[in-house]
């Protein structure tokens, strides 16, 4: 809903300054289409893949040291002392704890991981799309993509005014087969 109410806004104040400065000329991408499409996604892919495989091992550790504590709590509650039972109960309750802390922060550090690598590509894509407008006299660039399941941005635009093929080619990367005309 937010998107829409900025697209209309954005589009009502280019309207009305249109008139004021006849020289505006507008230009989409695909950021997210470019940053799938860079030799630096798969290697940022592969560190990710690497690192996560890393704490899904650790974890599937603590799962298993926990189902092995819990099955011999089961086995033996009923021989226990309450003190016993209650400590072993406690220890479980804290295993069980941690375990979902593990798993908590271990996809937190995934996605500050992520971040740490894309910011530098996404600085280098943002850097690629200021001179490619700059030098094709373009004095707004849009994104034509505004997330997995919502509605994009632009509706309708020429083709002429997609810039993707220019940034990947400033560059220096080979443009895709199939560039997304949106």
């Known amino acids: 809903m937010k998107i829409k109410l900025f697209a209309t806004l954005f589009a009502a104040l280019m309207l009305a300054g249109i008139g004021a400065n006849a020289q505006v000329k507008i230009g989409y991408t695909n950021i997210d289409y470019i940053l799938t499409n860079l030799p630096d996604s798969k290697e940022i892919q592969e560190k990710l893949t690497t690192e996560k495989a890393q704490y899904d091992k650790l974890l599937q550790e603590k799962v298993a040291e926990f189902q092995k504590s819990y099955?011999?709590?089961?086995?033996?509650?009923?021989?226990?002392?309450?003190?016993?039972r209650q400590d072993k109960e406690k220890s479980?309750?804290?295993?069980?704890?941690?375990?979902?802390?593990?798993?908590?922060?271990?996809?937190?550090?995934?996605?500050?991981?992520?971040?740490?690598?894309?910011?530098?590509?996404?600085?280098?894509?943002?850097?690629?799309?200021?001179?490619?407008?700059?030098?094709?006299?373009?004095?707004?660039?849009?994104?034509?993509?505004?997330?997995?399941?919502?509605?994009?941005?632009?509706?309708?635009?020429?083709?002429?005014?997609?810039?993707?093929?220019?940034v990947f080619k400033h560059m220096g990367v080979t443009v895709p087969e199939e560039t997304p005309g949106n």
């Open 71 to 84: 099955e011999n709590y089961q086995k033996n509650a009923a021989t226990m002392t309450p003190v016993i």
């Open 92 to 166: 479980l309750q804290t295993a069980q704890t941690g375990i979902q802390e593990f798993q908590q922060n271990s996809e937190a550090a995934i996605q500050n991981k992520q971040r740490e690598l894309l910011a530098p590509v996404m600085d280098k894509i943002q850097v690629a799309i200021d001179e490619v407008a700059k030098s094709n006299g373009y004095t707004h660039v849009l994104n034509s993509d505004a997330g997995y399941g919502t509605t994009p941005v632009i509706l309708v635009a020429p083709d002429s005014d997609n810039i993707t093929n220019l």
